[in-house]
C-alpha cells in the first residue's frame, strides 16, 4: 500500500532531473502519471524528443505501475488544456499536479534579450499557470456537481533564487518569485473546494543547476549525494498524499534530509515616525535602526548551493 494508492498525477517537466525523480517515487507510491516532457534543451531549444518521457514511462511500467506520456509544452494554453483533460480521459480522474517544467537563459541583466526574458517567464511563469488554471477548472467543476469539496492537490517549484537573488537570472528569479505569489494566491482561491497549492524551493543536482553555478556541491564516488534529485520527491509526495490535506500556501526548501518551511518575504524591522509622513531627513537620521542585531544595508549574501528544476 503507498501513501497515493488511488490517484492521478501530473508532473511536468519529467522527463529528466526532478521531475523524473517525482514521477518515479509518486508511481512507488501508488499514483497513476501522466510524464509531462516536450524533450527540449535546459534552455528550451531544439526539436521535440519523446524519448525522455517516454523512458519514464517505460520505468513506471516495468515497475508494475500506471503512466502514459505527454509531449506537450506546459506553457501552451491549449496544449495545457489537453494535458488535464488527458489525465481525466485516461485514467478517469486528476487529484495532484506537480508543476516542474523549467528552462534556463542566464545572462546579465544589462545584456538580456527580449528574447531570453521571454522563454523563461513563459515556460516558467505561463508553465506553471496554465497547467494549474486548467485544474482548478476541473476540481470546481466537480466540487460544484458534488458535496461541494474534492481532492486535489497543486506543488509547484519555485526557488530559494526567487528571494535571494542569483546575479545572471533576473529572468529566473523574476519567474520562482512570481511563482510564490500564484502559490499563495491560487490556495486562497481553492481552499474552500479542498485544494491544497504549496511550493517547494529544492536544492538539487539536475543539468540546471550544474550548468550555471560554478563549483556546485559535487558528489564523492561511493558517498551519499545530498544533492540527488530522488532525496526532494519525498517532500512532493508528502504535499500531494491525504495526511498533508491541512496544509496549503506554504513553501518548502529541501534537500536530502533537510526540510526548511520558509516565509520568503516577512516583516523584519518596524521604525515608526509618530507623525502622519517621514521625510528624507528623518529617515536618513533614523536609517540605521533598520539595521541593528547584525543586520547590515546592502545586498545580503546568498545561500551557497540554491537551485531548482
Not at 501552451?76 to 480521459?89: H, P
Not at 456537481?145 to 537570472?169: H, L, W
Request: some cysteine.
Amino acid at each position: 500500500m503507498g501513501s497515493l494508492d488511488g490517484l492521478v498525477a501530473i508532473v511536468t517537466g519529467a522527463g529528466r532531473g526532478l521531475g523524473r525523480a517525482h514521477a518515479l517515487y509518486l508511481a512507488q507510491e501508488g499514483a497513476s502519471v501522466v510524464v509531462n516532457d516536450p524533450g527540449v534543451g535546459g534552455d528550451g531549444s531544439g526539436g521535440s524528443d519523446a524519448a525522455p518521457a517516454e523512458d519514464v514511462v517505460a520505468e513506471i511500467k516495468a515497475a508494475g505501475g500506471n503512466a502514459v506520456a505527454n509531449l506537450d509544452s506546459c506553457a501552451d494554453w491549449s496544449a495545457a488544456e489537453r494535458l488535464v483533460r488527458q489525465a481525466v480521459d485516461t485514467f478517469g480522474k486528476l487529484d495532484i499536479l506537480v508543476n516542474n517544467a523549467g528552462i534556463l537563459r542566464d545572462r546579465m541583466s544589462f545584456k538580456m534579450s527580449e528574447n531570453e526574458w521571454d522563454a523563461v517567464i513563459n515556460v516558467h511563469l505561463k508553465g506553471h499557470f496554465a497547467p494549474s488554471r486548467f485544474a482548478a477548472e476541473y476540481w470546481r467543476g466537480k466540487a460544484k456537481s458534488g458535496d461541494g469539496t474534492v481532492y486535489g492537490r497543486i506543488i509547484n517549484t519555485s526557488s530559494e533564487s526567487g528571494y535571494f537573488g542569483m546575479a545572471g537570472q533576473v529572468n529566473y528569479a523574476t519567474a520562482k518569485a512570481g511563482i510564490v505569489g500564484m502559490t499563495m494566491t491560487m490556495a486562497r482561491e481553492l481552499e474552500k473546494i479542498g485544494v491544497t497549492v504549496n511550493a517547494i524551493a529544492p536544492r538539487a543536482r539536475t543539468r540546471m543547476t550544474t550548468s550555471t553555478f560554478t563549483g556546485y556541491p559535487g558528489v564523492q564516488e561511493g558517498t551519499f549525494d545530498n544533492r540527488a534529485p530522488e532525496t526532494i520527491s519525498p517532500v512532493v509526495a508528502w504535499l500531494a498524499s491525504p495526511q498533508a490535506g491541512h496544509i496549503s500556501a506554504k513553501v518548502f526548501a529541501c534537500y536530502a534530509g533537510e526540510l526548511d518551511l520558509q516565509t520568503p518575504i516577512e516583516l523584519e524591522v518596524n521604525i515608526s515616525t509618530g507623525e502622519r509622513a517621514w521625510t528624507v531627513e528623518v529617515l536618513s537620521a533614523r536609517s540605521e535602526e533598520l539595521f541593528k542585531n547584525g543586520r547590515t544595508p546592502g545586498v545580503a549574501p546568498m545561500r551557497s548551493g540554491i537551485g531548482g528544476n
